[in-house]
């Protein structure tokens, strides 16, 4: 089993630009949610897909959007890149009981 | 507002020490609560979960309590050693299954040899 995981691992953008992250989540898994961690911070929930849908959402503002598909995968696109988004982004996956398992995250620099 | 919070945000102990992280969280209604480890700049490994059911878990050298009435969780590590030297995080588990994770700020540990 190879747990979740998630692409790419380092990413470095120019303010204004777009990004996609990438997450596939462990092996029976159904539910996929994203977190966003600044330095010297807790993760923050970004939202939570189920079924292709969005199922919850944090408190982030509309440029942050994701996309779930049929295998159950998920993106993470972030619109007109400010510096602030610069974080290391971290996906977890959980089934029925909610237990969820963390990615090793991916790491956006924004300059 | 569900908040948690980790005390103390920083702590250094000689090796072979015992010790007890602190988390605390505002709503007692919880699904379940999970404590974490995080190496600098890497992903969450899963140390201990506790259900709201239960009192607490043990693993290893670990062992995780859970006060729902009072808000509060304890993570002791015995016989610390420099390899335990990490962040530790606290999450609380709102929402039921279908919850999301709220977090604390975490504890960085250095343990000396």
């Known amino acids: 089993d190879a747990g979740v995981t998630q692409s790419p691992t380092h990413l470095i953008k120019t303010r204004g630009q777009q990004v996609t992250l990438r997450c596939s989540p462990k092996?029976?898994?159904?539910?996929v949610s994203w977190y966003q961690q600044a330095l010297g911070q807790g993760p923050q929930f970004i939202f939570q897909?189920?079924?292709?849908?969005?199922?919850q959402r944090g408190n982030f503002p509309d440029r942050f959007s994701g996309h779930q598909f049929p295998n159950y995968s998920s993106e993470l696109n972030v619109n007109a890149l400010l510096l602030g988004d610069s974080a290391l982004y971290l996906c977890?996956?959980?089934?029925?009981?909610?237990?969820?398992?963390f990615g090793p995250g991916t790491r956006l620099t924004v300059t | 507002k569900q908040e948690v919070t980790q005390i103390p945000a920083a702590l250094s102990v000689p090796e072979g020490e015992n010790l007890v992280l602190n988390c605390s969280f505002t709503?007692?209604?919880?699904?379940?609560l999970q404590w974490f480890r995080q190496d600098p700049g890497k992903g969450l490994t899963s140390l201990l979960l506790?259900?709201?059911?239960?009192r607490e878990q043990t693993s290893g050298r670990l062992n995780a309590s859970l006060d729902k009435s009072s808000g509060r969780s304890t993570l002791y590590i015995a016989a610390s050693q420099p390899g335990d030297s990490a962040t530790y995080l606290c999450?609380?588990?709102?929402?039921?299954?279908?919850?999301?994770?709220?977090f604390g700020k975490g504890t960085k540990l250095s343990v000396k040899p």
């Open positions: 897909y189920y079924e292709e849908e969005e199922r």
């Open positions: 092996s029976g898994h159904d539910t």
């Open positions: 506790i259900q709201s059911s239960q």
């Open positions: 999450a609380v588990h709102y929402g039921g299954s279908q919850g999301n994770l709220i």
């Open positions: 977890a996956s959980s089934s029925y009981n909610g237990q969820q398992y």
């Open positions: 709503d007692s209604a919880i699904y379940n």
